[in-house]
């Protein structure tokens, strides 16, 4: 039995996220959990919310409330989001943890001792009224280039300019509003990538089965310019992992915790430990090669967005330890997906977001349409006539229908029950033959993770039953060959949970109605199609289900197009 250890970025803590978020990186790791448990592999699926960081701050401040009551409650929406898409997390953890606060202090020790971190001074802007230095977000002004009034101490919204807090024009502090500032000196922390330049690029060389959207991106970061720099991995926050504790190689880092990037990808490993305080499991077998992470296989799934921080900066922590941590084994990143003719934007709520998506369509729709146009090798485009032609002829006339005119047809001619009679012919033959070609590829497909093609298989597989229900033609043999028909119905009643279980990393509740249709708990995977298709016998009752997939109308279609054309209610 192999071993799995299956992480998706973790999504941000302040606010819903769109279903460009969700097929960027959580659901296509759902995929992949669910195919490996399906192979009877051992799984362990982790995934968290990120909850440190200024816009946390910020967005807690206008709810009005404390930051940690704030992420408490984000967390628990995303969660139930989360439940209702049908991930199938092992742990949905917080970067909050007590967990995470100890293993980033962890971490950071053991890079002091291998001399990979740094005391760096420098100028920062200091609020008097406030008592504290500002980050760059808690900064607001005039920007010098457009004249926009509210420009951040680190870009301009309105015409995008990077800058610093010192360009701005009348700066003052977005916590009291005052503009008693003035520049003061500082220490911070910083990372030296730069001394794990090398180490870091044969690491990624070594990596010639990776996509190549994620090593061009590694690469980029690793050469471009004057090559990888060192990063600062402390801010002048309050919320997050303090930077001072006891046993800190260092002092005078009062008032400051580790920024953001460098926690949340530590969570992953502290989110297994998470699990471990719930279910008693013993997370350092994943992750400690020491422990018996020596035969795990680790698959990382990102948006483009966050592969430098994956291929660059958590390995340089990793590795930088000199502890034997669990590396990453391989790195699916996509890129974009479009929205109508657009972006999302969170801001101005143009497109679906999760709740919304799941308000107007179960998650299996949502599941089938984002995974079969899943933006691998380039950006993909989310249209309402896309998605509706994908439901209705995929799962409402292929598969729907397939499921409802085999179980009808049986239930009116020879009851609810599998038919006995006759034997297998040449069409049979020629699909059995199909079938097992299909799913090899199939599975192929999904150990390599290209999802688009194992999609493209998987709807291959449900057209040929449907070719080839409609050529066997039992209404029509019945009348002259009860028997025959017999056989036929016998045959695509048990491609009924042979489908089921091919389907399910897609479609887990549509698999669960045919299964439960077929009144069968069998989901073993169908190593031998011939064995699958005979496996459940003559007599064996069934229930004909209700509809599995309905159609999308042009109505609802146009209403929904409009609905989401932007500015969210
Ligand atoms: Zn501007």
Request: with cysteine.
């Amino acid at each position: 039995m192999a071993r799995h250890l299956i992480t998706s970025a973790i999504p941000y803590i302040n606010g819903i996220k769109h279903l460009g978020n969700l097929v960027g990186s959580q659901l296509p790791a759902d995929l992949f959990a669910r195919y490996q448990r399906a192979r009877g592999n051992e799984v362990m699926f982790i995934c968290a919310t990120d909850e440190h960081g200024t816009p946390a701050e910020l967005a807690a401040a206008k709810a009005g409330k404390p930051v940690a009551e704030y992420c408490a409650e984000m967390h628990d929406v995303q969660a139930k989001i989360a439940e209702g898409f049908r991930l199938s997390f092992d742990h949905f953890g917080r970067s909050s943890s007590p967990q995470n606060h100890r293993l980033t202090q962890h971490f950071a020790v053991k890079l002091a001792e291998a001399g990979l971190i740094r005391e760096v001074t420098e100028q920062q802007m200091y609020s008097k009224a406030d008592g504290r230095f500002l980050p760059d977000r808690y900064i607001e002004g005039t920007c010098p280039n457009c004249g926009f009034e509210s420009a951040r101490g680190d870009q301009c919204d309105n015409c995008t300019k990077q800058l610093d807090p010192v360009d701005l024009i009348n700066p003052h502090s977005v916590i009291s509003g005052s503009t008693d500032l003035e520049m003061r000196e500082t220490k911070h922390l910083f990372l030296r990538q730069s001394a794990m330049k090398d180490q870091l690029d044969a690491w990624i060389d070594s990596k010639t089965d990776w996509p190549v959207l994620t090593t061009s991106i590694a690469k980029k970061w690793l050469h471009d310019g004057d090559g990888l720099q060192d990063r600062g991995i402390t801010r002048d926050l309050s919320w997050g992992v303090p930077a001072q504790f006891e046993g800190a190689p260092w002092s005078g880092m009062e008032g400051k915790v580790f920024y953001v990037w460098f926690d949340a990808p530590i969570e992953y490993i502290a989110a297994t430990e998470e699990w471990t305080e719930k279910t008693g499991g013993d997370w350092e077998r994943w992750w400690r090669t020491d422990k018996g992470a020596e035969d795990v296989t680790y698959t990382q799934f990102m948006g483009k967005d966050n592969v430098p921080f994956h291929t660059l900066s958590f390995p340089a922590t990793i590795l930088g330890s000199g502890e034997p941590w669990k590396l990453v084994d391989y790195i699916k990143s996509f890129n974009y997906l479009n929205y109508d003719g657009g972006q999302f934007s969170t801001s101005r709520g143009r497109g679906v977001f999760m709740d919304q998506a799941l308000e107007i369509l179960p998650a299996d729709y949502w599941r089938w349409w984002l995974l079969s146009h899943a933006p691998e090798s380039a950006d993909a485009e989310f249209t309402w006539e896309n998605f509706q032609v994908s439901v209705n002829k995929d799962l409402a006339d292929v598969l729907g229908n397939f499921v409802s005119r085999i179980t009808k047809f049986t239930r009116s001619k020879f009851g609810e029950a599998i038919p006995e009679g006759g034997t297998w012919g040449d069409q049979e033959t020629a699909l059995t033959e199909e079938l097992s070609t299909r799913i090899r590829a199939y599975e192929t497909h999904m150990e390599e993770k290209d999802i688009r093609k194992a999609a493209g298989e998987l709807r291959a597989i449900w057209v040929a039953g449907n070719e080839y229900l409609q050529a066997a033609a039992p209404w029509s043999v019945f009348k002259t060959d009860p028997d025959q028909a017999a056989a036929i119905a016998r045959l695509a009643l048990n491609l009924i949970p042979l489908y089921a279980v091919l389907s399910a990393p897609f479609i887990p509740d549509a698999a669960e109605l045919m299964l439960d249709a077929m009144q069968t708990e069998d989901r073993s995977w169908p190593e031998d199609v011939k064995t699958a298709l005979t496996a459940l016998p003559a007599g064996h009752a069934f229930t004909t289900p209700e509809v599995l997939f309905r159609k999308i109308s042009d109505e609802e279609r146009e209403a929904w197009q409009d609905r989401f054309a932007g500015t969210r209610d």
